[in-house]
């Protein structure tokens, strides 16, 4: 059933197309040899040329380059292997060159596909149309001083990759679906590290509503959205306005929006009469990026698997149900992860035991993947004393919890707690027969037929030996001694 | 003996390693004809005694090793629209305030490198934006030439790198670095009888020159005879990774080509430049410069360059438009001149409003006009289409001959007081050499006589891309025919 807002005519279909900034995960700038890490002094890396000096001229930094074209081949688009940087004039105080290079009329990259996936398992392709590069500004800092606005150009010229989808998104879940398989794809390829907080993933949201089987009616631009959970609200917000000023029979405005996210709502930002003139023209500074076909080629041949090559390959070659492979595969580091415990071991073993208990001990210490407090080495080894019946399956579970509390290799918590597993029949016997000397009576009524006590017997040899014995074991031994 | 600021680089290099002069001497010499004339001439804005006499020291104690490059000890004045890394760098604007760039050009890098000596700042047109030298905020420079019998008429130097060629010809340094966007170097040069040479786009760095319009500018020197000129621009060219432009190719030996001759040598007589109110002794000049090269064995072929008269239009919109957008970075937050303001708005528009002069101001106007939205098809993509008809007249050109001679202004200097208001009168100067920096290929002006009233006329050379060596020949067999030897009224005592 497809998403549509109710309103008093009827139902309207939402209509979102998204251009996302990511930043390129690249040591120095677009066009200078700056740095880029997140988080230094204000002001502390920052060239002449990312100041706009007099006299300073850009460079194109040749990784950027590569990690836009891995890109766009990650998202099985076509690389354009002529394309040109255009400057973009517009003043402001953290703009120093008074212009952005970008790229308007030849981007780097053409049209693309990826696909999307919905909770209820449907799947989707989303059109790419474009993805190029550009500089990013600076930063203006309004609360430091009472009248005076502070300038940080340490992102000033820093590269960023717009990349344009086409109209095809149709509701909120859609569009953060698809923000997140992007966030995915970019973080397997290494192109952009997705992270939103610290503004390295942001994205401009357009949407637009109309009435089933018309055409595409004004769309607004909400900017600067930084998180996929916001895109999703500033998606709904904006829709519902647009509903609600068609229905009351005014016209939806082509503008520039904000969403406050505190209150859910969008607000004006700048309207069309406002727009900027931004008197694009090529910049004479750089001359064409030509690209060599076979270095496309090299970049290409060098890619990393994909997320839904790797979904794939675990559902083929491991026999993972298809939403246990979606989980693994979602980020890079926790197939990382898997493929590691997996390694020489039954897959689907591995797979059960991260999804389940090592997911749920992450959730409830607050850790993830990148910080986890156990190693892909010892929850194999963890695995593989179950696999040679050291541990039963409700033991290491235990041993689990241990190892997240002590951080603890599994091998050293079996040998401290004395955990190991009883596996000696003569042993086990020798507690059955016990059980059985003190329950006469219920060892009869099993015998005329009561074989719902089995349960009990196993319960009481298990708890009889401080629940180590081998649960198979002490099956069979029961079985047959109770006949 | 000659006197000392009377040398070419090519004598003073010999007197120098010969040990007649010191690198010294020959900077004092020079600082104190700077001191003496530069008050009336206005050729410099900055001057830089010390450094020079620590550089001229410098300069004899690598003589003295043996160490010595090709510029060791000459004395050379640069454009003030180069960064000289801690010392005061204008494009005689008042807008970049007392900058002090902390880094140095490409092209004064290489010129330091092989022992140059600096001995100030030369005037020029605000941003490099005029052909008289009166745009600049520092003033005008005095042509240091005079009408007969008019010693007081004020002559202009040309334009932009009025001061270069001003400074060059009054014998207030050997050589001069110098830009051109449409004519900078050129039009000066013909203007106060010295020679100049735009080298092809690309042969420069433009790293570190303050930038009028980019796919135009390209640096050059200024000399008082070819061979000079072949040796400067050897030291100033070259690739360099920091100037994307720039272009990676070898850097032959210019000044062996200049006594190279112009046997067989076919040289394009384009009809084209034949425009009206072309002055009747420039144009017989330009015969006279035929007749020369036809007796020393090149052959003179007619050719048609069509698309010419639309040259001045071309540039009057692509040099605006990308000025436009290169002066966008002088807004009062950074460096230079700031005028405080209510807002940020307020603030651009006071520190613009007063940073940058009329001329500057008119072409800002004129470029962000010719980019703006419904504007820009008609214009801005209009001229790029023409500018590609104007490459390609050249590029047919070359396949009937090897050069091509035409004058190099339509006029003698004129006098500070007998410019036009209306500045499209004045852009007509650069009627014939425009069309070199929008196909970007070399052009070469040098002295070639003088008119009824004893001012210099020049002939332009233009040739193939990074043919510049072509240029020298053909400059070099000029040269050597005018036997131009008149010398300036204004100049350093002899």
Known sequence: MSYTIEGGTGAWEVVIGLEVHAQVTSLAKLFSGAATEFGAEPNAQVSFIDAGFPGMLPVINRECVAQAVRTGLGLNAQVNLWSRFDRKNYFYADLPQGYQISQYQFPIIGKGEIEIELADGTRKAIG?????????????????????????????????????????????????????????????????????????????????????????????EVKNVNSIRFVMQAVEAEARRQVELWEAGEVVEQETRLFDTTRGVTRSMRSKEDAHDYRYFPDPDLPPLVLDAAWVEELKAALPELPDARRARYVQDFGLTPYDAHVLTLEKETAAFYEAVARGRDPKMAANWITGDFF??????????????????????????????TLSGKLAKEVLEVMFETGKAPGVIVEERGLKQVTDTGAIEAVIDEVMAKNADKVAEYRSGKEKLFGFFVGQTMKAMQGKGNPALVNDLLKKKLG | MTAPTDFTIAGARAALDARRISAVELTRAHLDAVEQLNPRLNAYITITPEVALAQAAAADAAIARGEAGPLSGIPLAIKDLFCTAGIRTTAASRILGDFVPPYESTVTTKLLQDGAVFLGKANLDEFAMGSSNLSSAFGGVENPWK???????????????????????????????????????????????????????????????????????????????????????????????????????????????????????????????????????????????????????AELVEISLPHTRHALATYYIVAPAEA???????????????????????????????????????????????????????????????????????????????????????????????????????????????????????????PAGLDAQGLPLGLQILGRPFDEETLFAIGGAIERAADFKATPAVRAAA
């Open chain 1, 360 to 389: 749920a001990g992450l959730n409830r210490t607050g850790a993830s993947i990148g910080n986890s407090p156990i190693s892909a080495a010892d929850l194999g080894a963890l695995l593989d004393l179950i696999s040679d019946s």
């Open chain 1, 128 to 220: 790419i149309t474009r993805l190029h590069l550009e500089q990013d500004a600076g930063k203006s800092l309004h609360d430091q001083h009472p009248t005076k606005s502070y300038i940080d150009l340490n992102r000033s010229g820093v590269a960023l990759m717009e990349i344009v989808s086409e109209p095809d998104l149709r509701s909120p879940e859609e569009a953060g679906a698809y923000l997140t398989k992007l966030r995915q794809i970019l973080r397997y390829l290494g192109t952009c590290d997705g992270n939103m907080e610290q503004g390295s993933l942001r994205a401009d949201v357009n949407v637009s509503v109309r009435k089933p089987g018309e055409g595409f009616r004004t769309r607004c």
């Open chain 2, 147 to 297: 009408r007969a019998g008019a010693p007081e008429t004020v002559l202009v130097p040309g334009g932009s790198s009025g001061g270069s060629a001003a400074a060059v010809a009054a014998r207030l340094a050997l050589g001069a670095t110098a830009t051109d966007t449409g004519g900078s170097i050129r039009q000066p040069a013909a203007f106060c009888g010295v020679t100049g040479i735009k080298p092809t786009y690309g042969r420069c760095s433009r790293y570190g020159i303050i930038a009028y319009a980019s796919s135009l500018d390209q640096a050059g020197p200024v000399a008082r005879t070819v061979e000079d000129c072949a040796i400067l621009l050897r030291s100033m060219s070259g690739f360099d990774p920091k100037d994307s432009t720039s272009a990676n190719r070898a850097v032959p030996d210019f000044a062996a080509a200049v006594a190279r001759g112009v046997k067989g040598l076919r040289i394009g007589i384009p009809r084209e430049y034949r425009v009206e109110g072309l002055s009747p002794e420039i144009d017989a000049l330009w015969q006279q410069g035929m007749d020369w090269l036809k007796a020393e064995g």
């Open chain 2, 324 to 446: 436009s957008s290169n002066l966008a970075r002088y807004d009062g937050v950074r460096f230079g001149l700031r005028e405080d303001g209510k807002d940020l708005k307020d603030l651009y528009e006071r520190s613009r409003a007063a940073g940058f002069g009329a001329e500057v101001k008119r072409r800002i106007l004129v470029g962000t006009y010719v980019l703006s939205a419904g504007y820009y098809d008609a214009y801005y993509v209009k001229a790029q289409q023409v500018r590609a008809l104007i490459k390609r007249d050249f590029d047919q050109a070359w396949e009937k001959v090897d050069a091509i001679l035409t004058p190099a202004t339509p006029t003698a200097a004129f006098g500070r007081d007998e410019t036009q208001d209306d500045p499209v009168a004045m852009y007509l100067n650069d009627v014939f050499t425009i069309t070199a920096n929008l196909a970007g290929i070399p052009g070469m002006a040098l």
